[in-house]
């Protein structure tokens, strides 16, 4: 499968610091598949959202993304690609209703005006923003906000959207929803991959592909049940565990074998009730 | 915050709601000028202001801006008002009108009729301005400022950057408001009294609202200017406009009034017309 | 009974468009020395009752006795030691960090303990003693608070309020943004200063923390108290109705009760008890 973003040997130091942000940082993802990326405050995985969005330039090391090198004289191109979501409800939110605020990106990218209007409310209703449309952004809730960044987004027809933890901020209510959409999205269109920057392990489970960051060194990658199974790792550097693998785990210590097939609350659920 | 948020926009579907706001701007500023405009008498002067006043309130009751709200923010001038009075009744003047003596100082009628003047023409600006901002959204204004300054840009002036800015601007304030009354009562737990105390610790008080603030909307701004540019915004990029303005014929025709009004106005101040002496051969102040 | 809401409501812009009754006849008893959450829905009402607290916000209408310290509707009742009053009650809102703006992270700190009424020397030093008590020894003591993590200020923030030794202190949402690091952390700090004998009153979204730290909870549902019990109890049934989720132990527990095994849910408050429990079931069933 063709990736959709390779980096190669990255390493990065914030300009007047002496530590790496990054080091020696090598991943890909491929096509179509929803990617979390994991770790503490300061771990880099920020930094590494900052990088492949362009809006740090790297010095050592390789990032390809859509098969190209990415440079300054691509960036414009490749950024047409991709759409990012960041932490800040509020600071992403350019338009002074949520109607302009998906209008923004259409204009930068000088769609006609006629368009405008039936492309607002398809994606509008994608996020189940549709009855919001003329809201000004103080009277939205965090969650509403980024949902409307995310229509935003898919507005542009990407086919990488990054999430740069872009549930932090928002209420359990709010990440469900936003996390919701984003499964939906993938349902509806298996070709869009999704870079998940984040600190929610829960999130992170339900991913294809898991990429653990520790002070800006790659610690652990692969399958969300894979990596997490590595649970002395995650501890050594204060993650914690989903919950499926600590119950998991806890039951094993109390002499209850659990099947090594059971990657779900629902699986396990089963097992336990046969 | 009640008194920052006077002029703010008041959704309705009124006729003056659904007018081209760069009709509703060039109106506001003509009647503006004819305010300003130098009249041969305080009484021609007031009955033009008297005129304009009638019509702004015609105005605010079609674009349904309630009056409580215009009385609530002209009473927000009353510091102005005692200011003006003090500057012309009480400042001696010499003419030939005397209006009260008081222990011998003179208080003369012209410096009253100066002052009336003057506080009528401040209630007037916001009267009109408010008709404006409450029936215009405040992208529509940028829009119609942008519109105006357009022929700036042929000698390099960046208007649709300037009109971002303010737009910005615009969407940000009731946030950023939000920040100051968060911060305000952050400190406050923390004993600061921003009510009462002596004048250092009322600087004390401000700076540890102000500097919060600074840092705060240093890292909006960073942000925002972040999200922008990875949504594509390019300053010197050609954009469309999602927003069109459509200027119509109730726009020709309030286009014309205003511009009717301000003819007549212009012509008795430029010939120092005075109409009462000139029609009924009566002698005013 | 240190904090007693008798009859409390409260409307923010009363007779205004904006309108809004935010809290409905709140009567509440909150405990002295308890761990006591606060939990509802975005817009419940939650950060609006806890500002009573402080007498940050006045009821529209009833009496809110905090210690003796009296927050009412009507003016005459209030008590006069506003400081007083902040000094017995430390509010640490949501985002603190956004509240330093000192030249040095002990300055910021003894800034609370010097605005109720301290000393300079006595301030800094128990500045000193709330930065130890977070965590961020000597090293950090003369350092500017903007050159630090967003963790780090958050610890400032804190040791900011702690300074002043509140007799109750109301945390909003403390591990709002932190990695789960950083967030136990905190909570365990919370702990440590309840069980030395501080009231510790947390609002919060994540029923996960309510669920691992707290004696008691207060479910708030459009402006009005829902439900007041222990975690064991309140999380022993679906929260969907408060639109709140149960914490991960308990929907799990829930989810097997479903299925017909059922569990004594009173005693669960980790993932380690839920195994035991599920063992104990599976060995004897």
Same mark, same amino acid.
């Given at each position: 499968m063709k990736n959709i973003l390779e980096v190669k040997n990255l390493s990065y130091t914030y300009q007047g610091e002496n530590a790496e942000a990054l080091h020696?940082?090598?991943?890909?993802?491929?096509?179509?598949?929803?990617?979390?990326?994991?770790?503490?405050? @300061?771990? /880099?995985?920020?930094?590494?959202?900052?990088?492949?969005?362009?809006?740090?330039?790297?010095?050592? @090391?390789?990032?390809?993304?859509?098969?190209?090198?990415?440079? =300054?004289?691509?960036?414009?191109?490749?950024?047409?690609?991709? /759409?990012?979501?960041?932490?800040?409800?509020?600071?992403?939110?350019?338009?002074?209703?949520?109607? &302009?605020?998906? %209008?923004?990106?259409?204009?930068?990218?000088?769609?006609?005006?006629?368009?405008?209007?039936?492309?607002?409310?398809?994606?509008?209703?994608?996020?189940?923003?549709?009855?919001?449309?003329?809201? %000004?952004?103080?009277?939205?809730?965090?969650?509403?906000?980024?949902?409307?960044?995310?229509?935003?987004?898919?507005?542009?027809?990407?086919?990488?959207?990054?999430?740069?933890?872009?549930?932090?901020?928002?209420?359990? !209510?709010?990440?469900?929803?936003?996390?919701?959409?984003?499964? /939906?999205?993938?349902?509806?269109?298996?070709?869009?991959?999704?870079?998940?920057?984040?600190?929610?392990?829960?999130? %992170?489970?339900?991913?294809? *592909?898991?990429?653990?960051?520790?002070?800006?060194?790659?610690?652990?990658?692969?399958?969300?049940?894979?990596?997490?199974?590595?649970?002395?790792?995650?501890?050594?550097?204060?993650?914690? %565990?989903?919950?499926?693998?600590?119950?998991?785990?806890?039951? =094993?210590?109390?002499?209850?074998?659990?099947?090594?097939?059971?990657?779900?609350?629902?699986?396990?659920?089963? *097992?336990?009730?046969? | 915050m009640a008194s920052l948020t006077i002029g703010r926009y008041v959704p309705y579907n009124s006729f003056i709601h659904k007018m081209d706001p760069r009709a509703k701007l060039f109106a506001l500023i003509i009647l503006m000028v004819a305010i300003f405009l130098p009249y041969p008498t305080y009484v021609m002067s007031f009955t033009i202001q008297g005129i304009i006043f009638l019509f702004g309130v015609?105005?605010?009751?079609?674009?349904?801006?309630?009056?409580?709200?215009?009385?609530?923010?002209?009473?927000?001038?009353?510091?102005?008002?005692?200011?003006?009075?003090?500057?012309?009744?009480?400042?001696?003047?010499?003419?030939?009108?005397?209006?009260?003596?008081? #222990?011998?100082?003179?208080?003369?009628?012209?410096?009253?009729?100066?002052?009336?003047?003057?506080?009528?023409?401040?209630?007037?600006?916001?009267?009109?301005?408010?008709?404006?901002?409450?029936?215009?959204?405040?992208?529509?204004?940028?829009?119609?400022?942008?519109?105006?300054?357009?022929?700036?840009?042929?000698?390099?002036?960046?208007?649709h950057i300037v009109a971002m800015i303010i737009s910005l601007a615009l969407r940000f304030i009731p946030t950023i408001l939000d920040d100051v009354e968060r911060i305000m009562k952050a400190q406050s737990s923390?004993?600061?009294?921003?009510? #009462?105390?002596?004048? @250092?610790?009322?600087?004390?008080?401000?700076?540890?609202?102000? !500097?919060?603030?600074?840092?705060?909307?240093?890292?909006?701004?960073?942000?925002?200017?972040?999200?922008?540019?990875?949504?594509?915004?390019?300053?010197?990029?050609?954009?469309?406009?999602?927003?069109?303005?459509?200027?119509?014929?109730?726009?020709?025709?309030?286009t014309f009034v205003v511009l009717a009004i301000f003819a007549g106005c212009l012509t008795l101040s430029i010939m120092q017309l005075d109409a009462f002496k000139a029609i009924w051969g009566i002698t005013t102040l | 009974m240190p904090v007693k809401f008798k009859k409390v409501f409260f409307t923010y812009s009363p007779k205004s468009p904006f309108e809004y009754e935010a809290l409905r006849d709140i009567n509440l008893d909150l405990e002295s020395g308890k761990f006591i959450a606060l939990v509802g829905k975005t817009g419940s009402g939650k950060s609006t009752l806890v500002q009573h607290i402080n007498s940050l916000i006045h009821p529209t209408s009833g009496i809110v006795d905090i210690d003796g310290f009296i927050n009412s509707g009507v003016k005459k009742e209030r008590t006069k030691d506003i400081k007083g009053l902040r000094k017995h009650v430390g509010l640490v809102f949501q985002f603190p960090e956004y509240q330093l703006f000192e030249e040095s992270v002990e300055k910021d700190v003894a800034f609370g303990p010097k605005n109720v009424g301290m000393k300079e020397a006595e301030a800094i030093d128990k500045a000193h003693w709330a930065l130890e008590k977070v965590g961020l020894g000597k090293s950090f003591f003369e350092r500017s608070p903007f050159e630090l993590s967003g963790g780090e200020k958050r610890k400032v923030a804190i040791a900011g309020i702690l300074a002043m030794e509140p007799k109750i202190l109301v945390v909003d949402e403390p591990t709002a943004g932190l990695d789960p690091a950083a967030a136990k952390d905190t909570m365990s700090l919370f702990k440590k200063i309840n069980e030395e004998g501080t009231t510790v009153i947390l609002v919060t979204h994540d029923m996960d923390l309510v669920a691992s730290y707290c004696d008691e909870v207060v479910?708030?549902?459009?402006?009005?108290?829902?439900?007041?019990?222990?975690?064991?109890?309140?999380?022993?049934? &679906?929260?969907?109705?408060?639109?709140?989720?149960?914490?991960? !132990?308990?929907?799990?527990?829930?989810?097997?009760?479903?299925?017909?095994?059922?569990?004594?849910?009173?005693?669960?408050?980790?993932?380690?008890?839920?195994?035991?429990?599920?063992?104990?079931?599976?060995?004897? @069933?």
């Open positions: 020696d940082l090598s991943f890909s993802v491929p096509a179509g598949s929803y990617v979390a990326i994991v770790g503490h405050n @300061g771990s /880099g995985k920020s930094t590494l959202a900052k990088i492949i969005a362009g809006l740090c330039s790297y010095k050592k @090391g390789k990032v390809t993304l859509f098969g190209e090198e990415l440079n =300054k004289n691509n960036l414009p191109a490749l950024r047409k690609r991709m /759409g990012l979501v960041f932490q800040n409800p509020d600071n992403q939110f350019v338009g002074s209703s949520v109607r &302009d605020d998906i %209008a923004f990106g259409l204009e930068n990218r000088q769609v006609p005006s006629e368009k405008m209007d039936d492309i607002i409310l398809e994606y509008a209703t994608k996020v189940s923003m549709e009855k919001y449309l003329d809201h %000004a952004p103080e009277n939205l809730s965090g969650g509403q906000k980024q949902r409307v960044a995310i229509a935003g987004v898919l507005a542009m027809k990407p086919e990488l959207i990054i999430y740069d933890e872009a549930t932090s901020m928002l209420d359990p !209510i709010g990440k469900k929803d936003i996390l919701d959409i984003t499964f /939906g999205l993938r349902e509806e269109n298996p070709d869009l991959s999704v870079i998940s920057i984040t600190h929610d392990i829960e999130e %992170a489970l339900r991913a294809d *592909y898991v990429i653990v960051l520790n002070k800006g060194k790659l610690v652990l990658e692969g399958k969300p049940s894979e990596v997490f199974a590595h649970a002395d790792t995650l501890k050594e550097i204060h993650l914690d %565990a989903p919950f499926l693998m600590s119950l998991i785990d806890s039951l =094993k210590k109390e002499g209850v074998d659990v099947p090594s097939d059971v990657d779900s609350l629902e699986k396990l659920e089963e *097992y336990l009730c046969q | 015609f105005l605010l009751w079609r674009s349904h801006v309630s009056f409580f709200r215009v009385l609530k923010s002209l009473a927000a001038l009353w510091i102005m008002v005692i200011f003006i009075l003090i500057i012309y009744v009480l400042v001696p003047r010499t003419t030939n009108y005397p209006a009260f003596d008081i #222990n011998g100082f003179v208080i003369y009628w012209d410096s009253i009729l100066e002052a009336a003047r003057i506080l009528l023409r401040l209630v007037l600006m916001i009267v009109l301005s408010m008709v404006l901002t409450s029936s215009t959204k405040p992208l529509d204004l940028t829009a119609a400022l942008e519109w105006y300054l357009y022929p700036l840009k042929l000698i390099g002036f960046p208007s923390r004993g600061v009294d921003f009510e #009462n105390g002596h004048l @250092g610790t009322k600087i004390k008080a401000i700076v540890s609202l102000i !500097i919060p603030l600074f840092v705060s909307s240093f890292i909006r701004s960073d942000e925002l200017a972040n999200a922008m540019e990875c949504r594509g915004y390019d300053p010197n990029a050609k954009r469309t406009r999602y927003r069109k303005l459509h200027f119509r014929a109730v726009d020709f025709i309030e | 479910v708030m549902e459009n402006g009005k108290v829902e439900a007041q019990c222990s975690p064991s109890k309140l999380f022993g049934r &679906d929260l969907s109705e408060y639109s709140l989720q149960n914490p991960h !132990i308990f929907d799990f527990a829930l989810r097997l009760k479903k299925r017909g095994i059922d569990l004594d849910m009173s005693s669960i408050r980790t993932t380690e008890d839920l195994a035991k429990a599920i063992a104990k079931r599976c060995k004897h @069933g």
